[in-house]
């Protein structure tokens, strides 16, 4: 008997077990256009662009004036031209300049199969090196709007050759392959500068579409008694923001989740003991739809379910992220007057 007692008190114990509550993390699609820091007079709907390069630096750098456009100089949201733009952009670079070539020597001591200790001498060559690159923005009205410099001379750059182990090996290489390595150097940073000059011009004023990923919650343990439906719910929710895309409306995905989202205002509406478990799950209802009607720009929900969950542990760092981000996105969309992250066209308030 006694037996028996202890294997109940096991199996329950193992049965209360199985049933506490996990909280992991499932990821969903997001896609959206981000609003520029400075955004545009409203009617402007196109852009061209130039380079202000030397021809000889073009042909050091296997490089032409159309190709560095085409790669480097796109405004994400509008009508390129070909000349008289809305928006005039020009890249003004600036000669590839070497500032020192100097050979380095290094010493390092070890010891042989004796003990006794045996410096080894290396060496290798150091080049330090700079492109300046300026990005000038100017609308069709002649007005400056960005004189903006993406590298400077002053800013340098090293590189470093491999070792040797004498000067004259050294010599020897660098004398086949200083033309070709310079070239490389040169080429690499332009393009390296010229990616930084993309990003300023799109982060200042374009539409850049951003393809990401958001975090729903669920249960984490199989044996818990409502993970199917939690899991069900949660994946309703992902089946529906996988067609997500920036220059779709959100009407449709709206519709697929309403299911889900009835679920979770339900399901929160039950856990109102202080338990650790009902705590949790009632966290995973009210951030899911915090989080969904956030992607969904309806942002009074979203702040209404955030507070929800302030009100019950205002330290939540879930919550917390969710606020800061929502108030980024509303003061984003109010600055570049828009009402939607999603089918933008430039031209239109």
Avoid at 63 to 90: F, P
Avoid at 335 to 340: D, F, L, M, P, Y
Wanted: charged share 30%; with cysteine; proline share 2%.
């Amino acid at each position: 008997m006694r037996n028996l007692i202890i294997v109940c008190l096991v199996s329950y114990a193992i049965a209360i077990n199985a049933q506490s509550v996990t909280v992991e993390n499932e990821t969903a699609h997001v896609e959206y256009y981000r609003m520029p820091d400075e955004p545009l007079d409203p009617s402007f709907s196109t852009y061209s662009a130039e380079v202000d390069i030397s021809k000889s630096d073009l042909n050091k750098v296997d490089e032409t004036e159309s190709s560095l456009i085409d790669e480097y100089m796109n405004l994400e949201g509008y009508k390129k031209v070909s000349s008289k733009g809305d928006v005039e952009v020009t890249a003004d670079i600036g000669s590839f300049t070497v500032w020192s070539e100097s050979t380095k020597t290094h010493r390092s001591k070890t010891k042989d199969k004796n003990g006794k200790e045996v410096e080894k001498v290396t060496y290798s060559m150091e080049v330090k090196y700079s492109l300046p690159i300026t990005m000038e923005v100017y609308d069709k009205k002649g007005f400056l709007l960005a004189n903006t410099s993406v590298s400077s001379s002053s800013t340098t750059h090293t590189w470093t050759s491999t070792t040797y182990s004498s000067l004259s090996d050294l010599n020897n290489y660098w004398r086949y392959e200083e033309n070709s390595r310079m070239r490389q150097l040169h080429r690499d940073l332009l393009r390296q500068e010229m990616k930084t000059f993309s990003d300023e011009l799109n982060n200042r004023f374009g539409y850049r579409k951003i393809k990401d990923t958001t975090k729903f919650e669920t249960i984490g343990k199989k044996k818990h008694p409502d993970y199917d439906e939690f899991q069900k719910n949660v994946d309703i929710i992902k089946e529906a923001f996988s067609t997500m895309r920036a220059d779709k409306g959100l009407e449709e995905i709206k519709a697929k989740i309403k299911p889900a989202l009835a679920f979770y205002n339900a399901k929160a509406a039950e856990y109102k003991s202080k338990s650790k478990d009902d705590k949790k799950l009632k966290h995973i209802c009210l951030l899911n739809q915090g989080v969904a009607y956030f992607w969904m720009e309806d942002f009074e929900q979203a702040e209404h379910f955030a507070n929800e969950i302030q009100r019950l542990d205002k330290k939540d760092k879930d919550v917390k992220r969710l606020i800061k981000i929502l108030e980024e996105t509303r003061e984003s969309m109010e600055n570049a007057n828009r009402t939607s992250r999603h089918m933008i066209i430039v031209g239109k308030a």
